[in-house]
């Protein structure tokens, strides 16, 4: 490389910026308030356009990538959120209670390539299944903090693993950023890695 490049996480998500510090990666974080209104219904399309707005709302240098994401659980065929209330994280739990779900994250990169302008995006699914969720145990989670910011109500890194009987995927992506499949959008877009920015 011929000069040093700087990583942008334009996210506000502390798991994905645990996720880059846990490996050493070196990186600001830089976000915008975007709309996330969004009248595409297809899970996949939807997080990479969430993605893609996040990512274009933040200045990106000719030295620098910016990295944003957006993650969201299907389940029965509708895309989950983030619970705004007891009674919304309730409703999750008892959809997702005994039942396979599918987290989808989306992720674009943005860059210049001989000095132009470069944004691509893609996605990643991981299946988790779900034990059976007793009620009063759903109850008492959703009196915590921990469901009101992550897509489906909970965390499979916190509380919520007492639930989860398997998953089928990368395991990063539930958590909020699949790192393998970053890095091979970085490397074949722009020919980096994430230890570049180390």
């Known amino acids: 490389m011929d000069r040093k490049m700087h990583l942008i996480l334009a996210s506000k998500s502390p798991r994905r910026r645990e996720i880059l510090e846990n490996l050493g990666i070196t990186f600001t974080v830089q976000t915008q308030e975007t709309d996330e209104s969004c009248s595409v219904t297809d899970p996949a399309a939807f997080v990479e356009e969430l993605a893609r707005r996040k990512g274009s709302a933040v200045t990106c240098a000719p030295d ?25 994280c309730l409703a999750m739990m008892r959809t997702l209670s005994g039942h396979r779900h599918t987290v989808v994250t989306g992720f674009s990169l943005s860059g210049y390539i001989d000095g132009k302008p470069v944004c691509v995006s893609s996605h990643t699914e991981t299946i988790v299944d779900f034990d059976v969720i007793d009620e009063a145990d759903a109850l008492a989670y ?8 992550k897509a489906g109500g909970y965390a499979i890194q916190g509380h919520a693993a007492l639930w989860i009987r398997g998953i089928f995927g990368c395991y990063y992506n539930v958590v909020g950023l699949p790192v393998h499949d970053v890095q091979v959008l970085l490397r074949d877009t722009f020919g980096l890695t994430l230890k570049d920015f180390s």
Do not use: M, Q, R
Not at 65 to 80: E, F, N, P
Not at 142 to 149: F, I, L, R, S, V
């Open 142 to 149: 959703a009196c915590t903090k921990e469901p009101y910011d």
């Open 64 to 88: 620098s990538i910016v990295l944003s994401a957006d993650t969201v659980v299907v389940a029965d065929g509708k895309i989950l959120g983030k619970p705004h209330c007891e009674n919304e």
